[in-house]
DNA sequence: ATGGTAGCGGTGCTA
């Protein structure tokens, strides 16, 4: 089972260099983030003719997250719990029925700057929210995955140049800690234990020529549960999709599962 | 210290 993590930033920007990756890449499963389009708006046809199941949560022109899995989805999940008010759309759960079901979940963290400030109060209070989720899921015993666009960079190797982001939302010890207060649960970065060289990235800003310099970071995540880890067969980061046109921001990321 | 780019939506916010 390959389960892939894109943020996409617009699915009608990205609509057809979607469609080439999916083409070239064949993931079971691929969790969207940044759609930046309500449900009623998502252009479903064209995944729904390669045979992906649809499954949505979003809303108009920020955020929004979503599921396409050409296995059976079961039970469907939205919104992170432990905040009525929070209408934010960076959650969606659903059952992946392969050989062995696996739980995937498709987050959107919230960036958090500017730090500090009410967005980085929201950005701390969410992880702490998601630790909660994923204290109760993990209560299943089954495989889990929560793969997605973390605004994270978990250490500073994960950064070309980490002194550029000390007083960023994305790498404050705060943040970095809340992260590792996640990871202590028991979950696995998938990327970290198959990768061990330098230089691998996942997101490089549109500005300052930062893909031309490599001027990279990591912060799009697979973080796995025990049973999940038992069945990581591979993990890679799909960098050429980059240098494409019209290209998003983030590239996609995948694992390979043994289920 | 500033401004640089992109998407959505039709202005300014978010990143």
């Not at 260099?17 to 046809?45: H, M, N, S, Y």
């Not at 067969?233 to 590239?251: C, L, W, Y």
Request: charge should be negative; hydrophobic fraction near 40%.
């Amino acid at each position: 089972m390959k389960i892939a993590t894109f943020n996409i930033n617009g699915i009608l920007a990205r609509h057809d260099a979607l469609l080439t990756w999916l083409d070239e890449a064949a993931p079971d499963v691929v969790c969207l983030q940044e759609t930046k389009k309500i449900d009623a708006e998502f252009p479903r046809d064209a995944f729904e003719r390669l045979g992906y199941t649809v499954e949505l949560h979003g809303m108009k022109s920020f955020n929004g997250v979503a599921i396409l899995s050409r296995l059976p989805l079961e039970d469907v999940s939205r919104r992170l719990p432990g905040d009525d008010g929070d209408e934010h759309t960076r959650w969606i759960e659903a059952t992946v029925m392969g050989r062995r079901p696996v739980r995937v979940t498709s987050l959107y963290l919230p960036n958090g700057n500017p730090a500090p400030g009410p967005k980085y109060d929201f950005k701390l209070a969410w992880m702490e929210r998601m630790r909660a989720r994923v204290s109760v899921l993990l209560e299943t015993e089954e495989p889990l995955v929560f793969c997605g666009d973390y605004n994270i960079i978990p250490q500073p190797e994960d950064a070309a140049n980490p002194k550029d982001w000390l007083t960023d939302a994305l790498f404050l010890p705060a943040s970095r800690a809340a992260f590792q207060r996640i990871t202590n649960l028991g979950l696995t970065d998938a990327f970290r234990v198959r990768n061990r060289s330098p230089g691998q990235y996942s997101y490089w800003d549109f500005q300052r020529g930062a893909w031309e310099r490599n001027n990279g970071i990591r912060i799009d995540h697979h973080l796995l549960s025990a049973q999940a880890a038992d069945l990581l067969i591979d993990a890679g980061i799909d960098k050429q999709v980059r240098g494409r046109e019209k290209p998003s921001d983030h590239v996609p990321v995948w694992i390979e599962l043994d289920a």
